[in-house]
């Protein structure tokens, strides 16, 4: 057979082989519509028409969260019943729990070589001493008889007889701790306990690409409502804030939620699991794994941007890398061009989840759908009431019954009865005016009294019966010797009172200081800017009357409230900004994007919320920290107040001519984000500084 | 000579076993991974009754399908764990197989018409035009009315988003009956056919994006099979654009936006 023979065979076979060969999926002879790759990139089409902006990719995200909470949920209610007659992997848990830990500490007993060197006459009794450390009585996993192997070696034979090894082997032995029992026994009893310290979760972790869709919320210190143990796992909070104390959430993930309801049903054991780090990995990949396939089932890897763009090999596929804008180690997005920016949001971007720009995690509560001011709902008013009072400086009683007013008086109006009461004349004819409510019962009255006796008095009036009581007197030096500094919000039954003089700052008549500007009273602390009247902070922080930090601030002071450890303040038109009782600094105003005044703290629900005027005769109103408001409207706020009677929100609001208007409206009212990522700024963390310990009397 | 020819052919056959080896890669996991004694477990097929089967539900409430990957996904994890093989390359693979099975569910049965219900002329030029006029026709009108449907909607975590997939999906069951009513040239009868019919399984694949916020695994495979329609029917539309082609006639397949 001649070579050309030869070539026509190889040919022959091999063109045949082909042609029985299974073919993959051919592309048409065709080309087609980019149907698919619009539908990943641009929007999904629907009888070829491209919806913008509204893309599977998205979609997909969007049902991944999803995906997580059922899961998630699922699971928990399945571990809460009990699992439904199916504990054929919790029947015996206790051997669960043992066997994870064992598995550590047999592992090491059993297979560390280092162990092997130790000297042989002692090399077992560390290993049963390492045993019995570690091990039940019943052990659930026997490892002893695996290492007690034990062979006569030279330390053996030195042992009993001192001329085998000399005074060589004894340094050898006493010097090197690994040549003693008890040398050996402490340097393998750190080592376990480092590795098993590693085994139960201590050691850093890394966040794979899935867990960056793995973000879940529970609140920090525990439920508004109903006596849940604070340790509870919120797992079904993801997107609720408002059920949590203070707004607090801490983000988890779902292997620590099923985590959690395990030792809940089965004891604390379950935390050597390791379980929220795995479980999360696997529904991580698992969420990973179907977006990844639901975007290369429509041309990500094949005709995803690289070809389309031309800025990578053809048929390449593009590597998605999770990206983490905010450094809290949560993933916020994923780059899918290679930029080092994110392309996909988890946390929204410019059309929800499709970005740039994305948000962090830490921003991400309420990224809901931005609307104008103009265009947002308006709060579900209950009742409205125009008192025929003074309405200057008016301040709402803490339980919402009742607003004192006035300016040249001082009044009382019961919101719910709609009466006012004239309490200006106390006493023997001490003229008064309204300094704020002591507690629920007590109105503090600063008067001046009977003009021969030549004094200022201050008197505490009684709720109800209205009938007052001289409690403190100071003589007028000049024609106002003291000036009626703002008697502060106080909680009720730790009443506290402050007054300025010209020497300074009084609390509850002891003196505290000089310089200290729009000073606000919460408990036992006193706030106060101490920034020689610059009103851009430090704001000092005074406890028992002694100071005891301070902090710096964003924006500046042209007012301060504090409730219950968290401060805020704002005006000037640099914002309205508060801080948090571990120092966190953040936007409570709405950033310029309406003007923002000073704004006011008050409970709903034991929980922090925030209000502030607009300067478009709005009041807005907000749990702390979060962007939607409830916008009240026929809100002047010359001067104003905000308070929670149970029920419902009480604001009291003065115009420019002292007319006063009570709202009473409901906190379920409708809640807007008006300003979208404007809000989410968060400037970090505002440490106290303590001052050193003479300092009071240095300013003193 | 004969040594010639038996070289050749063994080269041959050794191209031939090469050629086959790579068609054939071997999909098996890695011997690191874990064994799967019950395919059950760790494999989940896309068979809803065997994980039914798997899972007694004393509970009055059907289990979902949600409900029940996530009781064999956490039985199975639960089960590589006491077994000390919950390995990140374990955890991957049972992960993927998952998501396969997720993927591999089988869409709600849809509506699916037979070509006995359609109205079949023969395959004349005027015929064909006569068709694709038709058939531009309501396409267009179908995506102007999506385009409506689609104004009120940017972002898939509004709140009317699930009505827009409603609505579309109703728009693709409208068509396809439409459709059905047209006469349709002998030789485009296989793929309006198939046009009909991606067009039902489109209608039931949105209906389920839209109505399984409480069982969202079957979305996914919703969304592929939805993803995969469109794609065809790019291709059947194809098909149309070319026998007018062949027929002298030139059209364009896409709406103008």
Not at chain 1, 318 to 329: E, H, K, N, V
Not at chain 2, 134 to 162: C, G, H, T, W
Request: aromatic share 8%; charged share 20%; glycine share 10%.
């Amino acid at each position: 057979m001649s070579a050309k023979k030869v070539i026509v065979l190889i040919l022959t076979l091999a063109i045949a082989s082909s042609s029985f060969a299974p073919t993959v999926l051919a592309q048409t002879s065709v080309p087609v519509s980019d149907s698919a790759l619009r539908q990943k990139e641009v929007g999904i089409t629907i009888f070829g028409y491209t919806v913008p902006g509204l893309s599977w990719d998205s979609i997909a995200l969007v049902v991944a969260k999803h995906v997580i909470d059922k899961i998630v949920n699922s699971t928990v209610k399945w571990i809460n019943n009990g699992f439904e007659g199916n504990p054929a992997y919790v029947s015996n848990p206790k051997q669960y729990f043992a066997d994870i830990a064992d598995g550590v500490a047999g592992e090491f007993i059993r297979n560390n070589k280092d162990l092997n060197l130790l000297c042989s006459p002692f090399q077992a009794n560390i290993r049963l001493s390492l045993m019995q450390e570690y091990y039940e009585p019943e052990p659930y996993q026997c490892t002893l008889t695996e290492v007690v192997g034990n062979t006569r070696g030279a330390i053996e034979d030195f042992y009993n007889d001192f001329s085998k090894g000399g005074w060589d082997a004894w340094f050898s032995m006493t010097q090197n701790p690994t040549n003693n029992p008890y040398g050996a026994y402490l340097k393998a009893r750190v080592d376990l306990d480092s590795r098993i310290a590693s085994a139960i979760g201590l050691k850093d972790r890394e966040l794979n690409q899935g867990r960056g869709f793995l973000s879940y919320k529970k609140c920090t210190l525990g439920k508004n409502t109903g006596a849940v143990n604070s340790d509870e796992v919120q797992w079904n909070l993801p997107d609720d804030p408002n059920g949590c104390i203070g707004g607090l959430q801490e983000t988890v993930t779902p292997g620590s939620v099923i985590e959690n309801q395990l030792s809940n049903v089965l004891g604390t054991g379950v935390r050597q699991l390791e379980l929220a780090d795995e479980f999360d990995e696997i529904v991580g990949a698992l969420v990973t794994q179907l977006i990844q396939k639901i975007f290369g089932s429509v041309g990500l890897s094949g005709a995803g941007k690289g070809n389309a763009g031309g800025t990578g090999q053809s048929g390449e596929a593009r590597r998605a890398i999770p990206i983490d804008t905010d450094g809290d180690g949560i993933i916020d997005g994923t780059d899918t061009d290679g930029d080092g920016r994110p392309d996909i949001c988890l946390f929204g971007g410019e059309n929800g989840t499709v970005g740039p720009p994305c948000l962090g995690s830490r921003d991400q509560e309420e990224d809901g759908n931005v609307i104008s001011f103009n265009e947002a709902p308006r709060a579900t008013v209950v009742d409205t009431y125009r008192p025929p009072a003074d309405g200057w400086w008016s301040d709402i009683s803490p339980n919402g019954r009742y607003v004192v007013s006035g300016n040249s008086g001082s009044f009382v109006t019961n919101v719910k009865a709609k009466t006012v009461k004239d309490i200006t004349i106390q006493g023997e004819g001490a003229d008064c005016r309204n300094k704020g409510w002591f507690n629920n019962d007590t109105i503090v009255n600063w008067c001046y009294g009977k003009p021969e006796y030549q004094r200022i008095e201050m008197w505490l009036v009684e709720a109800g019966s209205w009938a007052g009581k001289l409690i403190a007197q100071m003589p007028v030096i000049g024609n106002d010797a003291v000036s009626f500094t703002n008697i502060s919000r106080t909680d009720p039954n730790e009443g506290h009172w402050l007054t300025t003089t010209t020497e300074g700052l009084y609390e509850d008549g002891v003196f505290i200081g000089n310089g200290i500007g729009h000073a606000t009273i919460d408990g036992n602390k006193l706030y106060g800017t101490c920034d020689g009247g610059s009103n851009l902070g430090p704001i000092c922080i005074y406890e028992n009357y002694k100071k005891v930090g301070q902090f710096t601030i964003r924006g500046a002071v042209g007012g301060l409230d504090a409730l219950d450890g968290y401060v805020a303040w704002g005006g000037y038109g640099k914002g309205a900004w508060g801080r948090t009782p571990t120092g966190r600094i953040i936007a409570l105003g709405t950033k310029g994007t309406v003007m923002d005044g000073v704004p006011k703290l008050f409970k709903v629900n034991n929980q922090i919320w925030a209000g502030h005027f607009n300067g478009f005769n709005s009041c807005l109103l907000r749990p702390w920290g979060e962007k939607s408001v409830i916008i009240v409207d026929d809100c002047p706020a010359a001067s104003w107040d905000v308070e929670f009677d149970g029920t419902n929100i009480v604001i009291s609001a003065g115009s420019d001519r002292g007319e006063l208007v009570i709202h009473t409206i409901s906190p379920d009212s409708p809640r807007s984000n008006v300003c979208g990522s404007a809000c989410s700024d968060m400037s970090g963390i505002a440490p106290i500084y303590t001052p050193p310990s003479n300092i009071n009397e240095r300013m003193q | 000579m004969r040594a010639k020819i038996l070289s050749a052919l063994i080269a041959s056959l050794i191209m031939i076993g090469a050629a086959f080896w790579f068609r054939f890669p071997n999909e098996k996991p890695a011997e690191s991974l874990i064994t799967i004694s019950n395919p059950g477990s760790a494999a989940p097929k896309s068979d809803i009754d065997l994980l039914s089967a798997s899972f007694e539900n004393s509970s009055s409430t059907p289990l979902s399908t949600t409900d029940m990957f996530s009781r064999q996904l956490f039985a199975d994890y639960a089960d590589l764990k006491s077994r000390g093989e919950a390995s990140p390359a374990n955890l991957n693979f049972l992960a993927e197989r998952y998501a396969e099975g997720i993927l591999n569910i089988e869409p709600s049965a849809s509506k699916v018409a037979r070509v006995e219900q359609l109205s079949t002329i023969p395959d004349s030029a005027e015929n064909i035009f006569g068709y694709g006029k038709i058939m531009i026709a309501a396409r267009s009108k179908y995506a102007l009315l999506a385009k409506q449907e689609s104004e009120q909607v940017s972002d898939p975590s509004q709140e009317n988003f699930d009505n827009f997939i409603l609505q579309t999906g109703d728009l693709y069951l409208a068509l396809a009956n439409e459709l059905l009513g047209i006469k349709v040239p002998a030789s485009l009868v296989r793929n309006h056919l198939e046009i009909v019919n991606n067009y039902f399984q489109s209608a039931q694949a949105m209906r389920t994006i839209a109505e399984s916020s409480d069982d969202p695994i079957k979305i996914y495979a919703a969304i592929q099979t939805q993803v995969r329609n469109a794609k065809k029917e790019d291709e059947l539309f194809l098909n149309i654009q070319i026998a007018m082609s062949t027929n002298g006639i030139i059209w364009t397949n896409n709406y103008t936006q």
